[in-house]
């Protein structure tokens, strides 16, 4: 059985506007996806052929052209308009969603306040939980005293599947994560009922700006390309 040839469209040397995923005339590099699994794209318009689903793509998409200006010009140069926060609201307004969930990390405590007001100040209802709710200690996960953050010391762990389960039990429309963890988010995202979005992404040491690391890894992070670190 010949070897299946994966994607890595990260990889890709086409040009990108002579790309076969954005030009239908277009071609690809080896393994294209557009190309070679025609297959899955078939079975992934079945999804969007669903109601709901469809819908939520739909509106998606519909959001995403709205945050930018002066559309109508040719040609047109990209001229961004909306933080995130404002998309979150917006694309909850059109979806209809008047209940949401905010799971975030007890370190950014007071941006969870800022976000907070921000979405009550739009009209919506919050439902919010720290990721240290129900003071579960770690050792409950097994975790070495030697493990803990402060050693010697009570330490709570992150909770983010009682996280997720509290939200579920609000009956929230629509989810915002804001800080989690690596690892703890993905069990977020697992658990949750509604489907989520993230706000900030967790960098302790770039101010919660993890791209910053990946635009200096030719000078200050340049570690970052050597096995290891």
């Not at 998606?60 to 945050?67: H, K, L, T, V, Y």
């Not at 994560?177 to 977020?188: E, P, Y």
């Not at 989520?196 to 000078?219: E, F, I, Q």
């Amino acid at each position: 059985m010949p070897k299946k040839v994966l994607a890595r469209c990260s990889r890709c040397t086409v040009p990108e506007e002579e790309r076969s995923c954005v030009n239908s005339k277009g071609r690809g590099a080896p393994g294209c996806p557009t190309l070679m699994r025609k297959n899955v794209t078939r079975e992934a318009n079945r999804e969007y052929a669903i109601g709901d689903i469809r819908e939520f793509a739909r509106q998606a998409s519909i959001q995403e052209s709205s945050c930018y200006a002066g559309r109508e010009q040719k040609p047109y140069v990209l001229h961004p308009t909306k933080p995130r926060i404002q998309e979150i609201c917006e694309f909850a307004q059109r979806m209809g969603y008047n209940r949401l969930g905010l799971a975030y990390c007890v370190g950014l405590a007071l941006e969870a306040l800022l976000v907070d007001r921000v979405l009550s100040a739009q009209g919506f209802e919050v439902i919010s939980v720290c990721c240290k709710v129900g003071s579960v200690p770690k050792e409950t996960i097994g975790i070495a005293d030697d493990e803990k953050i402060n050693i010697g010391d009570y330490e709570s762990m992150c909770n983010p599947v009682g996280q997720a389960k509290i939200l579920n039990d609000a009956g929230t429309h629509f989810n915002i994560a804001l800080g989690l963890c690596v690892g703890h988010d993905s069990l977020f995202f697992k658990y949750a009922d509604a489907p989520t979005t993230v706000l900030a992404a967790k960098d302790r040491v770039l101010g919660h700006n993890p791209l910053g690391a990946l635009y200096t890894s030719r000078s200050y992070y340049e570690r970052l390309l050597r096995k290891g670190f």
